[in-house]
């Protein structure tokens, strides 16, 4: 392999439960009103040290959208997904950020959310 290249995130951030790689600054959420099938979730504008899985179609709460699921760049960790298209025309706003699931994450503060119960309708996105 070659070498890893980590971008170093000023500020308050957010980070990879496994390995503590920064991944995401407090003044780049959009929302906190999300939900996946594991809890709560984040909206991002952007995010540093991912890499992105295989472009797919999923059906959410609020219609379909073409997403990539992310991964901490250092440890390979599942993190959350990124939008890349929406289909319906009130969620446009969504294309080009990221949601990262706050199980996955530890938090500025160095905390971390954590799964009191599972969600059963899978996959979510609501920001109500």
Request: hydrophobic share 30%; charged share 30%; proline share 1%.
């Amino acid at each position: 392999m070659g070498r890893l290249f980590l971008v170093e995130l000023e500020g308050k951030s957010y980070c990879c439960r496994h390995c503590k790689t920064d991944i995401a600054l407090c003044d780049d959420v959009v929302s906190k009103s999300f939900q996946s099938r594991h809890g709560k979730a984040y909206l991002f504008s952007k995010v540093a040290n991912v890499y992105t899985g295989k472009k797919e179609d999923r059906m959410m709460m609020t219609g379909v959208h073409t997403v990539f699921d992310i991964y901490c760049v250092k440890c390979g960790s599942y993190v959350g997904w990124r939008y890349e298209f929406a289909f319906e025309k009130s969620q446009k706003y969504k294309e080009g950020k990221s949601v990262l699931e706050r199980y996955k994450v530890w938090g500025p503060d160095g905390n971390n959310y954590w799964v009191a119960q599972e969600v059963e309708a899978g996959d979510s996105d609501t920001d109500d």
